[in-house]
Nanobody
Framework: QVRLVESGGGLVRFGGSLTLSCTAS????????MRWYRQVPGKERELVSS?????SATYSDSVKGRFTLTRDNHTIRLQMSNLKPEDSAVYYC???????????????WGQGTRVTVSS
């Protein structure tokens, strides 16, 4: 099992900025696409951004132009700016991985970090 650890959540004012980080760790493993999702109570989990091993990032329409996802091997960083109340959610790091003993495929999730944007 690969572990994902997120950090950086908190309370921020409308129009403010915040940066989330996620680092993957474990034994002998491979990690491929890494992603950030977010979820609020009563709604489905939403894909916010993803990044390939080569560093190519994609963004949902709701955050495009305001969020930037970068990657350094097993660490990703989501830089969020011009935050809006509708960005408030628990943000989860996600990754496609393979690990011993059989290098089985695993989709791994972090524990989540809460972002609250006040209006």
């Amino acid at each position: 099992q690969v572990r994902l650890v997120e950090s950086g959540g908190g309370l921020v004012r409308f129009g403010g900025s915040l940066t989330l980080s996620c680092t993957a760790s474990g034994g002998d493993f491979r990690i491929y696409v890494m992603r950030w999702y977010r979820q609020v109570p009563g709604k489905e989990r939403e894909l916010v951004s993803s990044v390939t091993p080569s560093g190519s990032a994609t963004y949902s329409d709701s955050v495009k132009g305001r969020f930037t996802l970068t990657r350094d091997n097993h660490t990703i960083r989501l830089q969020m700016s011009n935050l809006k109340p509708e960005d408030s959610a628990v943000y989860y790091c996600n990754a496609d991985t393979q690990s011993e003993p059989y290098f089985r495929y695993e989709e791994v999730w972090g524990q989540g970090t809460r972002v609250t944007v006040s209006s």
